[in-house]
């Protein structure tokens, strides 16, 4: 079965850093785009960044542009999220997901907060 498990999130200042994982199973991981996306609390959940299949290709929200990295490893099924300059706004349940997906993942907590 699909399975996604993100991981890494926690408490940071604002300002620091966090990496977060998506390690993904129960499909072929390198024939599909992989995606982040977080929600706010009372937001609706929305797009952060996107990957190709062959992850020679990245998009952004313009909200994260610059500050984002997404990235991924094909030996290992996963995806990450490499986030520097937090913001108070970045404050959200991050998931992963693979392009046309319906699964999602249990999400990963950010907290960024002085």
């Known amino acids: 079965q699909v399975q996604l498990v993100e991981s890494g999130g926690g408490w940071v200042q604002p300002g620091g850093s966090l990496r977060l994982s998506c390690a993904a199973s129960g499909f072929t991981f390198n024939f599909y785009a992989m995606r982040w996306y977080r929600q706010a609390p009372g937001r609706e959940r929305e797009m952060v960044a996107s990957i190709t299949a062959s992850g020679d290709s990245t998009n952004y929200a313009d909200s994260v542009k610059g500050r984002f990295t997404i990235s991924r490893d094909s030996a290992k099924n996963t995806v990450y999220l490499q986030m520097n300059s937090l913001k108070p706004e970045d404050t959200a349940v991050y998931y992963c997901?693979?392009?046309?997906?319906?699964?999602w993942g249990q999400g990963t907590q950010v907290t960024v907060s002085s």
């Open positions: 997901r693979r392009s046309n997906g319906v699964i």
